[in-house]
C-alpha cells in the first residue's frame, strides 16, 4: 500500500507561483513513474507532468515552460514547481504513483486546490 498526501495548494493571482509537494509513505520499492494530474470544474482529469524513476520528465503543452516536476527520493516526496500561473490553471491537483512489473498498481492523493485570480 502506498499513501500519498498533497500540500501547498492555494489562492494566487495570475502570475504568481506555487510550489505543490506530495509525501508519499508506504511499499515504494518499485514506482515505475510518479505524476501530478489536474481536474477542472466539468473537465475530465488530464496529466500534467511525469517524472519517471530514470528521472526522465514529460510535461502537458499547457505547461511546458512554467511547471517543473521534481522529487527527493530521500524525503519521498514529489513536488511540482509551478511559476507564471494562468487563470486556466485552476484545478484540482493530484499526486499519482504507479508501481508494480506485470501487475501494475496506481494510487492517487486526496488533491489540492489551486486557483489563479485574474
Known amino acids: 500500500q502506498v499513501q500519498l498526501v498533497e500540500s501547498g495548494g492555494g489562492l494566487v493571482q495570475a502570475g504568481g507561483s506555487l510550489r505543490l509537494s506530495c509525501a508519499a509513505s508506504?511499499?515504494?520499492?518499485?514506482?515505475?513513474?510518479m505524476a501530478w494530474y489536474r481536474q477542472a470544474p466539468g473537465k475530465p482529469r488530464e496529466l500534467v507532468a511525469l517524472i519517471t524513476s530514470g528521472g526522465s520528465t514529460n510535461y502537458a503543452d499547457s505547461v511546458k515552460g512554467r511547471f517543473t516536476i521534481s522529487r527527493d527520493n530521500a524525503k519521498n516526496t514529489l513536488y511540482l514547481q509551478m511559476n507564471s500561473l494562468k487563470p486556466e490553471d485552476t484545478a484540482a491537483y493530484y499526486c499519482n504513483a504507479d508501481l508494480g512489473g506485470s501487475i501494475r498498481y496506481g494510487y492517487w492523493g486526496q488533491g489540492t486546490q489551486v486557483t489563479v485570480s485574474s
Open positions: 508506504g511499499s515504494l520499492f518499485s514506482i515505475n513513474y
